[in-house]
Nanobody
């Protein structure tokens, strides 16, 4: 089992920045990829960014150039640096982790961007 704990959400004005963190514990050595998803009210959950254990990254088109995902393997922690935030980035952000058997999810952290 893998446990994920997110932190760093909050309220920010448009154009501002936030940094989300997600710490993995448990069977974290089995993790092959981690990522961030988000879900806005009335919308489906969508992938924001992902990073493999080897460091390969993938971003949604809507956040390219503004968000950066990174990973500290020694701390089993993944980060999402969010710059130039827009009101449409408002959502609950969920951390995810995947091994060969299943996907794991954090409890979610609210990000609200005011205009």
């Amino acid at each position: 089992q893998v446990q994920l704990v997110e932190s760093g959400g909050g309220l920010v004005q448009a154009g501002g920045s936030l940094r989300l963190s997600c710490a993995a514990s448990g069977s974290s050595r089995s993790i092959i990829a981690m990522g961030w998803h988000r879900q806005a009210p009335g919308k489906q959950r969508e992938l924001v960014a992902s990073i493999t254990s080897g460091g390969s990254t993938n971003y949604a088109d809507s956040v390219k150039g503004r968000f950066t995902i990174s990973r500290d393997n020694a701390k089993n922690t993944v980060y999402l640096q969010m710059n130039s935030l827009k009101p449409e980035d408002t959502a609950v952000y969920y951390c995810s982790a995947a091994n060969l058997l299943k996907d794991y999810w954090g409890q979610g952290t609210q990000v609200t961007v005011s205009s």
